[in-house]
């Protein structure tokens, strides 16, 4: 019976993050389409050219490379954390139970994967509108738009992290490690590193703090919460 629940959780968490990556596909294809009607005035407007430069040869393609590079060391710092949390348990250490990353890239921000999915798109925004910029000069209003169009993509996708995936998963960690997580949230800046703005709290609510008359202090209560 155990063996046929784990298989049945498993089969659900399988299904769910199956969805979930299609629906990150499809927001991937929703975020390109602004890019692909921007570019696209390069084959229907004879007047319209990509012109190399400086900054879509070498500076926007240094800051892709950069935010590749950042993503595996992000990604790298968290399968560092689990190997220790592994190695621990085994030992029979519960010292890493609920421990955070909060070392590295992510001791200086909460969401270095948006910080760097962020910066990649600006790679290729700035690409676009740095190639096309100088033929669209003398243009009519529909050629300015269209070629501004690609920083819409960053503004919604900077919306969705903000206001939807972010607080959604902050919300799952502060209701698993309260106190951990709670002080990472005031203490380290939630998307871009080291800046105050616009790196603003969580709207998620440290849960409230139940105090049992029957425990001698607070402090034995949030022991036992955590045991």
Same mark, same amino acid.
């Given at each position: 019976?155990?063996?046929?629940?784990?298989?049945?959780?498993?089969?659900?968490?399988?299904?769910?993050?199956?969805?979930?990556?299609?629906?990150?596909?499809?927001?991937?294809?929703?975020?390109?389409?602004? #890019?692909?009607?921007?570019?696209? #005035?390069?084959?229907?407007?004879?007047?319209?050219?990509?012109?190399?430069?400086?900054?879509?040869?070498?500076?926007?393609?240094?800051?892709?490379?950069?935010?590749?590079?950042?993503?595996?060391? #992000?990604?790298?710092?968290?399968?560092?954390?689990?190997?220790?949390?592994?190695?621990?348990?085994?030992?029979?250490?519960?010292?890493?139970?609920?421990?955070?990353?909060?070392?590295?890239?992510?001791?200086?921000? *909460?969401?270095?994967?948006?910080?760097?999915?962020? +910066?990649?798109?600006?790679?290729?925004?700035?690409?676009?509108?740095?190639?096309?910029?100088?033929?669209?000069?003398?243009?009519?209003?529909?050629?300015?738009?269209?070629?501004? +169009?690609?920083?819409?993509?960053?503004?919604?996708?900077?919306?969705?992290?903000?206001?939807?995936?972010?607080?959604?998963?902050?919300?799952?960690?502060?209701?698993? *490690?309260?106190?951990?997580?709670?002080?990472?949230?005031?203490?380290?800046?939630?998307?871009?590193?080291?800046?105050?703005?616009?790196?603003?709290?969580?709207?998620?609510? +440290?849960?409230? *703090?139940?105090?049992?008359?029957?425990?001698?202090?607070?402090?034995?209560?949030?022991?036992?919460?955590?045991?």
């Amino acid at each position: 019976n155990m063996e046929k629940r784990w298989s049945a959780a498993q089969k659900t968490v399988y299904i769910n993050r199956f969805f979930a990556f299609q629906f990150q596909s499809l927001l991937q294809l929703v975020l390109l389409f602004p #890019m692909i009607i921007a570019t696209w #005035m390069v084959t229907v407007e004879p007047t319209i050219i990509f012109k190399e430069n400086v900054w879509n040869l070498y500076i926007f393609p240094i800051i892709c490379g950069v935010s590749v590079i950042g993503q595996g060391i #992000m990604d790298y710092q968290v399968y560092e954390l689990g190997l220790r949390k592994q190695a621990a348990a085994k030992n029979g250490d519960d010292s890493l139970k609920n421990a955070i990353c909060e070392s590295g890239l992510w001791s200086v921000s *909460r969401h270095p994967n948006y910080f760097f999915e962020m +910066l990649i798109w600006t790679a290729f925004i700035g690409q676009i509108i740095s190639g096309l910029a100088d033929s669209c000069q003398g243009q009519t209003w529909t050629v300015y738009l269209r070629l501004i +169009l690609p920083v819409f993509c960053w503004i919604v996708m900077f919306v969705i992290f903000r206001f939807i995936s972010g607080p959604i998963t902050e919300g799952l960690s502060l209701k698993k *490690r309260p106190e951990i997580y709670g002080k990472y949230i005031e203490t380290v800046p939630m998307i871009f590193p080291f800046i105050k703005w616009p790196n603003f709290i969580s709207n998620m609510k +440290l849960p409230e *703090r139940r105090v049992s008359h029957d425990s001698g202090s607070l402090q034995d209560q949030n022991l036992a919460e955590h045991a």
